[in-house]
């Protein structure tokens, strides 16, 4: 396929992406989370290349992105009780609803089941773009399977490159890790995926959600057996969870070990934390103060590339909790780690 094309985020070229996806061809947007990978979704075509592109297995089903929840029902049917109040609440917005679907329609919908993930984006440019094709548009992140997902236009094009017709570059994504995914199919509501509305924010709206096989009351442990190479930098990361200075001080014994054995090291740890290294030449990427979820989830992606484009032997990290969106940051470092985690008491 030709090189893709960098379309800037103007009203011509969202013109010419809506053209793009009515013709059946995929075209990478930034969302308030994540670049997507979109495609026409009513199109088999279409969902076939977006499989084909990120080299996704068939059988993970991708998330439909509307203009406006009035669209609902092309792609769902039976809405379940509270989804008017979540849609309320939360659209546009970060977070995707699974829903009964509409048969026959969804083209990206695995064989045999029969819900649908959907959401509104809380990016402007992206609700314009998917009013613009005029169809509901299916986006999974746009990054090559299992690899970290992208924040910027340059992410995507480093996995996407000549893969797909065009990408939207409209700068840096604002929440910086992907929504939150709520099952409304069981009762009560389960929570399949954290991201960025919060399991407390959720609670406050539902009462009970139930918390989905993948996700432990504790942020975020993947069960044994579903562990899966996700978000996952090239070079292994080893995850510390813990009270502050326990983490603190096994960072610095496992960095100082790793180092005396002629291993490159990468830190990927909250700015407060710098000071503790600063006698010693580690790799650091720094990414913002630990009280500041939001801004760490905002820069984990990048400053997780940034650190792995370096090559260290080891990238080492401890998470900054479980509270609001730090949930999310804590299950998505988990799952970089996957499975190299150390908990302290
Ligand atoms: O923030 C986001 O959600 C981004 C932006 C582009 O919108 N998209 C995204 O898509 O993260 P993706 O495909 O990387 O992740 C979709 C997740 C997967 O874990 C998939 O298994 C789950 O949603 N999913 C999709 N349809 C589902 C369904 N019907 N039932 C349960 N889980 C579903
Ligand atoms: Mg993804």
């Avoid at 930034?30 to 670049?35: F, L, N, W």
């Avoid at 997507?36 to 075509?45: M, R, T, V």
Wanted: charged share 20%.
């Amino acid at each position: 396929m030709a090189a893709t094309r960098i379309l800037a985020a103007d009203e011509p070229s969202l013109a010419v992406a809506a053209a793009l996806l009515r013709a059946g061809e995929l075209v990478a947007f930034p969302t308030e989370t994540v670049y997507g990978l979109g495609g026409d979704a009513l199109n088999p075509h279409a969902v076939a290349r977006i499989f084909a592109a990120k080299g996704r297995p068939a059988e993970d089903p991708l998330i439909i992105h509307l203009a406006a929840a009035a669209d609902l029902d092309l792609v769902t049917r039976d809405p379940p009780p509270a989804l008017a109040m979540l849609a309320d609440h939360f659209w546009p917005g970060p977070l995707t609803l699974v829903l009964p679907q509409q048969p026959g329609r969804a083209a990206c919908r695995k064989r045999g089941r029969e819900t649908v993930a959907v959401r509104v984006p809380g990016l402007p440019l992206a609700r314009r773009l998917i009013a613009a094709a005029g169809t509901p548009i299916a986006a999974p992140s746009a990054n090559r399977f299992g690899h970290t997902s992208p924040t910027s236009a340059a992410h995507v094009l480093a996995d996407l490159d000549g893969r797909i017709a065009a990408v939207i570059d409209g700068g840096a994504t604002n929440v910086g890790l992907e929504s939150t995914v709520l099952d409304l199919t069981s009762t009560p509501p389960t929570l399949l995926r954290p991201g960025g509305v919060s399991l407390e924010q959720l609670q406050a709206l539902l009462g009970e959600v139930a918390l989905g096989a993948k996700v432990a009351p504790g942020g975020g442990q993947i069960a044994p057996g579903l562990l899966e190479r996700h978000y996952a930098p090239e070079h292994p990361l080893r995850l510390v969870i813990g009270p502050v200075d326990a983490a603190r001080a096994w960072l610095r014994g496992e960095a100082e070990q790793l180092l005396a054995a002629g291993l490159r090291v990468g830190l990927l740890i909250p700015d407060e934390d710098a000071a503790f290294f600063a006698d010693r030449t580690y790799d650091l990427e720094l990414l913002g103060p630990a009280a500041q979820p939001e801004l760490v989830a905002q820069r984990l992606y990048a400053a997780l590339r940034a650190l792995d484009a370096r090559r260290p032997d080891r990238i080492l990290a401890r998470d900054i909790g479980i509270a609001g969106i730090a949930r999310a940051v804590a299950d998505r470092l988990r799952r970089a780690a996957a499975g190299d985690v150390t908990e302290l008491g």
